[in-house]
């Protein structure tokens, strides 16, 4: 078969761009979204390069744009809560109650101008707030603090989750006094000696988008967040086979000592957040289990790491669950008895 001399020139110039595409290549470079590119390169500053055209790294524009803004870790945890007692003190409607309760324990009774609104739209439905600052109420506390992460990441700065959620506002709907226990203590996988593990560093999470500004990124996260919901998972599973997870304990050194924790734990408080870049220290090929005082701190934690790309849960009613009996401080303890309206 012959070819002809515009087909030969077709071919030649085939043979340079191919050429030119695997000088660029280095191996390294497994971007998501340079996936529709044959050759890749990995620069220095960990983006992708294709014949002068720059792929991003979602994880690392993102997580610049939340340093820039103000959004690490130990900022959207600060001052997260208020208690029932301070919510009818300040007077209920002086805040924007979203309730994410499910439609019918709502209409069984909530907090007088409540809205109610699944978890999954809380960033939509926050935007009738006006002025009012906002307040997110579940069950317990703990999706209520899942859900705040994303209203802060999303710029709702001053907004706050109620603690201990309805359990605490009307003992009608204690869902608390239930669920706390004290199945770890004698349990043999329960240390009660401060033998927790040595921080090593891992590779940072990966995840695929088609966006490209740090502000896309996180948006889409959260999004992602929401609609996966409240990743939780009860004390009594970590308990019977820790090993499966990597287990952070979210206390002080001080308070390892004091109580033990869950064989294996590691301990990463103090140094989880991107300034410190204290997240090199979570497995982002496990499934990352935090656990606190009551799982309300907990779930927050989850929650951001579940915005970064890791595949994390919040050990349901943290400590209070596992050894109740033995804690001198934090302790769910009896519920308020403030008005709720019907539906």
């Not at 009818?88 to 409540?114: E, L, P, S």
């Not at 609609?227 to 308070?255: C, M, R």
Request: charged share 15%; aromatic share 10%; net charge negative.
């Amino acid at each position: 078969m012959k070819t002809g001399k515009l087909g030969f020139f077709a071919l030649l110039l085939t043979a340079g761009l191919m050429i030119t595409f695997a000088s660029c290549k280095r191996d390294g470079c497994t971007d998501a979204t340079a996936k529709n590119y044959d050759e890749k390169a990995k620069k220095d500053d960990g983006s992708c390069v294709f014949d002068d055209v720059v792929v991003v790294d979602p994880y690392l524009e993102m997580t610049t744009y939340m340093s820039a803004n103000s959004l690490d870790l130990s900022t959207i945890s600060t001052d997260a809560f208020i208690t029932a007692d301070n919510v009818n003190t300040t007077g209920t409607g002086n805040f924007y109650i979203m309730d994410i309760r499910a439609d019918t324990a709502f209409a069984r009774g909530h907090i007088a101008g409540a809205v109610n609104t699944p978890l999954a739209n809380i960033v939509t439905q926050a935007a009738n707030a006006g002025s009012k600052p906002i307040l997110i109420v579940c069950y317990t506390g703990q999706s209520a603090a899942y859900g705040l992460v994303a209203l802060r990441l999303s710029g709702y700065s001053t907004a706050k989750a109620l603690k201990f959620g309805m359990s605490s506002w009307n003992g009608s709907f204690d869902s608390w006094t239930a669920n706390i226990d004290s199945i770890a203590t004698g349990n043999s996988n329960w240390s009660s000696t401060n033998t927790i593990q040595a921080n090593v560093t891992y590779s940072k999470p990966t995840f695929t988008t088609t966006l490209t500004t740090g502000q896309e990124v996180l948006n889409e996260r959260i999004t992602v967040l929401l609609n996966e919901g409240f990743q939780g998972v009860k004390g009594s599973d970590v308990l019977a086979s820790p090993s499966t997870y990597f287990i952070n304990n979210y206390w002080t050194d001080a308070k390892v000592t004091q109580y033990g924790h869950i064989t294996g734990a590691h301990r990463v408080m103090e140094d989880l957040t991107l300034a410190a870049d204290g997240f090199k220290y979570m497995d982002k090929d496990a499934t990352i289990v935090t656990y606190c005082w009551t799982g309300q701190g907990s779930a927050i934690v989850t929650a951001y790491l579940n915005v970064l790309g890791y595949h994390a849960k919040s050990l349901k009613f943290g400590a209070n669950g596992l050894i109740y009996d033995q804690l001198q401080e934090n302790k769910w303890s009896a519920s308020g008895s403030y008005p709720v309206e019907l539906q």
